[in-house]
């Protein structure tokens, strides 16, 4: 009796780590019957033995004994007497012979290709299983081990060491990770890509947030407060509308969490990412109002048809609606749906003078500067104090003390 180790010549077919037994032991089977049947012409008359854990197999060719002049000698199942007494000298005609087919009867070329059949086989299956169970899971928060860092991706291994992909696109800008450090994300998409499935996991998506605040946050998890939206800039800010279904909860109290403890550890999870906490509410006047906090509304144009509205502000709002290079606006136009418009107050602006009148005495691009966070007049300049200008800006203290001076002196 002849053994194959399957511990040794198929050591790899072990480590896969998404096949369960049975399917490792169905797919050898399947293997093995092609194999026999390439030989001999069927199966049918045969045992395949396997013993995974020791690594043996055993091959075994039944047949039932006939007279030597039968006309059945030479069917699969069927052997004459004076063959079958070669193997053992006591036979008798109706006996069943069972004879080992040793593994060198196949020759060495098919058992290589037995080989090669079987890694590929089971290969498809962990790839298949492996490609379902993520795909079911996708949208969920995943943590893994930085395991290579190229310049467009990051190769992260999770617990079983299967292989995630986050690309350069899905990373918030200020992540920066070391060989063996843990990273956290969501899980993304699947894609099929050749004969292994490519799992793409994601920091910048809207359902990293959604996850993370349902881990912070009980009454998210439990259902009692609903996220309607979430709009994001991955790393500058992001915007979340949540409801309650129970009046004796408040939804933003509950997000935010004493002193701020919940959404700091999300803050900072996101790289020191602004988020605005705000109630959802079908008064979609209200609900732009509220999603360009912290500016103060003076009042709005709905046009409800075109999903536009036109929103007017004191002139020293103006650059609270608006935000750090825009980010404030745009994400109450994508957490609304609407196209909103600032205006500043008619009232407020009679007295006022645009930036471009300066142009003799500030250089363009510093008025460029102004303008690219929605200061385009002297007085919405002056209605912010320098060191809010220097933070909003990428301009000098020096340089803004500048300004202030020319545009003070106008209208002195």
């Not at 032991?25 to 199966?43: A, E, L, S």
């Not at 069927?78 to 012979?97: C, Q, T």
């Not at 069972?98 to 009867?105: C, N, Q, W, Y």
């Not at 090669?116 to 490609?131: G, H, N, P, Y």
Request: contains cysteine; negative net charge; proline residues 2%.
């Amino acid at each position: 009796m002849m053994n194959i180790n399957l511990t040794s010549s198929f050591s790899e077919f072990k480590e896969l780590k998404n096949i369960d037994r049975t399917t490792m032991m169905r797919v050898m089977d399947d293997v093995f019957r092609t194999m026999v049947k390439r030989k001999y012409g069927t199966d049918e008359n045969f045992d395949i033995i396997l013993n995974v854990e020791k690594g043996d197999l055993e091959i075994w060719r039944n047949r039932e004994v006939v007279e030597d002049d039968s006309e059945e000698v030479g069917e699969f199942d069927k052997i004459s007497l004076s063959e079958a007494r070669l193997i053992e000298p006591d036979f008798e005609v109706g006996e069943e012979v069972s004879e080992e087919i040793k593994l060198v009867d196949f020759g060495r070329r098919a058992v290589l290709a037995a080989r090669q059949i079987l890694a590929q086989r089971l290969q498809e299956f962990e790839s298949d299983k492996l490609f379902a169970r993520y795909q079911d899971r996708v949208g969920e928060i995943i943590t893994g081990e930085v395991y290579q860092i190229w310049k467009r991706e990051i190769m992260v291994l999770d617990d079983e060491g299967n292989e995630l992909i986050l690309p350069k696109s899905e990373q918030i800008p200020g992540d920066f990770y070391n060989k063996g450090e843990t990273i956290r994300a969501v899980i993304l998409k699947v894609e099929a890509q050749g004969s292994q499935p490519r799992i793409i996991i994601s920091r910048t998506d809207p359902s990293f947030l959604t996850r993370l605040m349902e881990l912070e946050v009980p009454e998210i998890f439990d259902g009692l407060i609903t996220i309607r939206n979430i709009v994001r800039e991955p790393g500058e800010r992001a915007k979340v509308a949540v409801e309650s279904y129970d009046d004796r909860v408040d939804p933003v109290g509950a997000c935010v969490g004493m002193k701020g403890s919940r959404i700091h550890s999300i803050v900072r999870e996101l790289r020191n990412e602004s988020i605005d906490i705000i109630n959802y509410t079908n008064n979609i006047q209200l609900y732009i109002q509220r999603s360009l906090s912290p500016a103060k509304i003076t009042y709005m144009e709905v046009l409800a048809d075109q999903k536009k509205a036109k929103v007017f502000l004191k002139p020293d709002q103006v650059a609270l609606a608006i935000g750090k290079s825009g980010h404030n606006i745009r994400l109450a136009g994508k957490l609304t749906g609407f196209e909103i418009d600032v205006f500043r107050d008619e009232v407020e602006e009679q007295d006022d003078v645009n930036l471009d009148e300066f142009a003799d005495e500030i250089e363009g691009w510093v008025l460029d500067e102004l303008k690219a966070i929605g200061l385009d007049t002297a007085r919405a300049v002056m209605a912010l104090d320098a060191q809010d200008l220097v933070r909003r800006t990428d301009l000098e203290e020096e340089t803004i003390n500048h300004v202030l001076a020319v545009l003070k002196a106008e209208f002195e």
